[in-house]
C-alpha cells in the first residue's frame, strides 16, 4: 500500500513538472511584445511556424552576411517570417525579407522607400511584381519588390540598385510550405 502510494505521488509530482516546464516553455511567446517575436535562428522561426522550409533566395550578393542579423516570427494575424542581414564589413542592415503565408498585404520593413521615386513591374518567378526605388528613411538609396508566389506574399528590401535584388528575387525556391 505505502508502495502505491508514493508510486502516485511520484506520477503526481512528475505530472506537475512537466507542466510547468511546459509553461515555462511557452512564457517567452506569452509575454512577447506582440504578434511577431524574435528567434536565434531561421529553424526555430521554421519550427514554430510549422512550415518545411521557408522561400529564401539561392543568391546573396557577396556583401551580405550570414547568418542572418535578426529572424521574427509570428503566427497572429497570419504567419509571417521576417529576416534581416548585415552588411559583411560595415554592419548596417542592408536586406530585409519578408514571408507572409495568404495573400495579405505587405509587411513594414527596416530597409523600404519611404519616398518612391520609380515604380514599375516585372515578372519573378512568372508571377506579377512591383519594385519600387527611392530613399529610406535615412536618406539612402533602396529598392523594394513585392510579389505574390504561391501561398505567400514576398516583400524584400535591399539597400542596392534594382538588378541584385531582382536577382535575388528569382533565385527564390519555388517550393515551400
Given at each position: 500500500?505505502?508502495?502505491?502510494?508514493?508510486?502516485?505521488?511520484?506520477?503526481?509530482?512528475?505530472?506537475?513538472?512537466?507542466?510547468?516546464?511546459?509553461?515555462?516553455?511557452?512564457?517567452?511567446?506569452?509575454?512577447?511584445?506582440?504578434?511577431?517575436?524574435?528567434?536565434?535562428?531561421?529553424?526555430?522561426?521554421?519550427?514554430?511556424?510549422?512550415?518545411?522550409?521557408?522561400?529564401?533566395?539561392?543568391?546573396?550578393?557577396?556583401?551580405?552576411?550570414?547568418?542572418?542579423?535578426?529572424?521574427?516570427?509570428?503566427?497572429?494575424?497570419?504567419?509571417t517570417?521576417?529576416v534581416?542581414?548585415?552588411?559583411?564589413?560595415?554592419g548596417?542592415?542592408?536586406?530585409?525579407l519578408?514571408?507572409?503565408?495568404?495573400?495579405?498585404?505587405?509587411?513594414?520593413?527596416?530597409?523600404?522607400?519611404?519616398?518612391?521615386?520609380?515604380?514599375?513591374?516585372?515578372?519573378?518567378?512568372?508571377?506579377?511584381?512591383?519594385?519600387?526605388?527611392?530613399?529610406?528613411?535615412?536618406?539612402?538609396?533602396c529598392?523594394?519588390?513585392?510579389?505574390?508566389?504561391?501561398?505567400?506574399?514576398?516583400?524584400?528590401?535591399?539597400?542596392?540598385?534594382?538588378?541584385?535584388?531582382?536577382?535575388?528575387?528569382?533565385?527564390?525556391?519555388?517550393?515551400?510550405?
Amino acid at each position: 500500500m505505502r508502495r502505491a502510494q508514493s508510486l502516485m505521488l511520484l506520477t503526481v509530482a512528475l505530472g506537475v513538472l512537466i507542466g510547468a516546464l511546459a509553461l515555462l516553455n511557452a512564457l517567452p511567446t506569452m509575454v512577447s511584445d506582440g504578434p511577431v517575436r524574435p528567434y536565434a535562428t531561421l529553424d526555430e522561426a521554421r519550427r514554430a511556424l510549422g512550415w518545411q522550409r521557408p522561400l529564401l533566395p539561392a543568391y546573396f550578393p557577396s556583401y551580405i552576411a550570414w547568418p542572418p542579423a535578426e529572424v521574427l516570427a509570428g503566427t497572429e494575424p497570419v504567419p509571417t517570417l521576417v529576416v534581416q542581414f548585415r552588411h559583411r564589413e560595415q554592419g548596417t542592415i542592408v536586406l530585409s525579407l519578408a514571408q507572409v503565408r495568404a495573400s495579405h498585404e505587405a509587411v513594414p520593413l527596416a530597409i523600404e522607400p519611404v519616398e518612391a521615386v520609380e515604380t514599375s513591374r516585372r515578372s519573378i518567378n512568372g508571377h506579377d511584381a512591383v519594385v519600387a526605388r527611392g530613399r529610406c528613411a535615412d536618406g539612402g538609396l533602396c529598392t523594394r519588390i513585392d510579389w505574390q508566389q504561391g501561398d505567400f506574399h514576398m516583400s524584400m528590401g535591399l539597400r542596392d540598385g534594382i538588378d541584385e535584388l531582382v536577382r535575388m528575387a528569382h533565385s527564390v525556391d519555388q517550393q515551400a510550405s
